[in-house]
């Protein structure tokens, strides 16, 4: 028996135990796990994983998600989705004109039209996985031209128990041409047990659609967590996405994001880790077609013995003339153990192109530490207000004040509980 198929056979009796798909489905379904049994869990040999061991997740045996969870207590906005385990358990009363926002099995032709469209599982073991073990999925649909006011909130709770449990999230937002939303999904954890999220989120945004993403990773200390986000952008779109990862054992984010004429991309990241966590942030700008402008601030806090990674791709095609691209990851490492891999890379094809791109590695600065502390503040409370104010520049861009706030006060109690 082969490596390969020692991974994926122990996942081929959580596939076959599945409840029967729709028959619009199953044919993906199937593909995606021909597909992963062939390409398997990667490995550090490959250059994409050559900083994060997945092995962990290979040789751990899990469990389907339970159903039966109950998740009320979380659910809060009013336009918010919940999913227990993956199983969705509350949606809206009432939706504002112009919005769909439920599972993706009540349409089946927006379903056909986009789901694993953008997502590719030709070349990523997880996306395959994921598509395989497909049960439900949030879909959001916003019609041309609306404007929706409220954030919408995708609350994913997933529960550790006495078995390691899989789930598998998947996100479809299809936004119509001049409209306008905000999706914020949240991932958090309950309980202690081990658990492996393996989430995929696939946004369309038409021509001149305004779309802000923001995805908050809050997974309990043993969980791993993987998502994947591929974002295909209309000419003229303006599109930002804002990572917060700040839990999960091994986490490991991939932001992607094909622009065409005329678009405009941000890409923001935050990432805490403390102790053994390791978390990998990958992120693909590609620009497509000409004219297109992209932004990347990426940073991140290390302390304890944690790793960090950060592989930051900016594609510019051939046909891509006179984009404008601008990349950055800034690492704070708080002590002598912690470790970071930090790799910017650009490719470029077209010559008529303003690209850049920088990255840092430092400690707190010891002459602001030192001012802090000549003007009476301890030295405890100095670390922990020049941390928070290395944090707060990616903070303060979240447009979404009670997001905005309810992450300012747990990174200020986070950092106090370092500084102790």
Same mark, same amino acid.
């Given at each position: 028996m082969t490596a390969v198929s020692e991974q994926t056979g122990a996942w081929l009796e959580l596939f076959t135990n599945q409840l029967p798909a729709p028959a619009w489905l199953q044919p993906l379904? *199937?593909?995606?796990? #021909?597909?992963? *049994? @062939?390409?398997?869990?990667?490995?550090t040999k490959n250059e994409e994983w050559r900083f994060t061991n997945v092995a962990p997740v290979a040789r751990t045996k899990f469990v389907a998600g339970r159903q039966g969870v109950k998740a009320s207590k979380y659910a809060e906005g009013p336009l918010q989705l919940v999913f227990a385990n993956g199983h969705l358990v509350s949606r809206p009363q009432s939706l504002p004109k112009g919005l769909e926002a439920g599972s993706i099995l009540d349409d089946a032709a927006a379903a056909t039209q986009h789901l694993g469209k953008h997502a590719s599982f030709d070349d990523n073991a997880f996306v395959a996985l994921n598509t395989a073990m497909l049960a439900d999925a949030?879909?959001?649909?916003?019609?041309?031209?609306a404007v929706i006011e409220e954030p919408i909130e995708i609350f994913y709770l997933t529960t550790g128990t006495s078995e390691a449990t899989a789930v598998h999230p998947r996100v479809l937002v299809v936004v119509g041409a001049d409209?306008?939303?905000?999706?914020? @999904?949240?991932?958090?954890?309950?309980?202690?047990?081990?658990?492996?999220?393996? #989430?995929?989120?696939?946004?369309?945004a038409g021509d001149r659609a305004v779309v802000d993403h923001y995805k908050v990773q809050q997974e309990s200390v043993n969980a791993f967590h993987i998502s994947i986000l591929q974002a295909t952008l209309g000419q003229s779109a303006t599109f930002a996405s804002h990572s917060i990862s700040l839990g999960g054992a091994l986490v490991r984010n991939d932001a992607n994001t094909t622009l065409s004429?005329?678009?405009?991309?941000t890409l923001n990241g935050l990432y805490i880790v403390n102790g053994t966590q390791h978390i990998d942030n990958h992120t693909k700008i590609d620009h497509a077609m000409p004219h297109g402008t992209s932004h990347e601030m990426y940073k991140g806090i290390l302390d304890g013995k944690s790793h960090a990674v950060f592989n930051g791709k900016i594609i510019v095609r051939k046909d891509a003339q006179k984009t404008d691209s601008k990349q950055t990851n800034k690492n704070l490492v708080l002590s002598d153990n912690a470790v970071v891999d930090t790799k910017p890379e650009l490719q470029i094809w077209a010559d008529d192109v303003r690209c850049t791109h920088g990255a840092t590695i430092g400690q707190l600065d010891s002459e602001a530490l030192f001012y802090l502390q000549s003007r009476g503040i301890g030295k405890r409370e100095a670390r922990s207000l020049l941390t928070y104010a290395f944090a707060q520049d990616v903070v303060d861009r979240i447009k979404v004040p009670a997001l905005r706030d309810s992450l @300012?006060?747990?990174?200020? @109690?986070?950092?106090?509980?370092? #500084?102790?």
């Open positions: 379904k *199937s593909a995606a796990f #021909a597909r992963f *049994s @062939e390409l398997g869990f990667p490995t949030a879909f959001v649909r916003v019609a041309r031209g409209a306008h939303c905000t999706i914020v @999904e949240r991932y958090v954890g309950a309980g202690d047990g081990v658990y492996f999220n393996n #989430a995929v989120t696939e946004i369309v004429e005329g678009t405009d991309a @300012e006060k747990m990174l200020f @109690e986070k950092f106090h509980e370092h #500084a102790e």
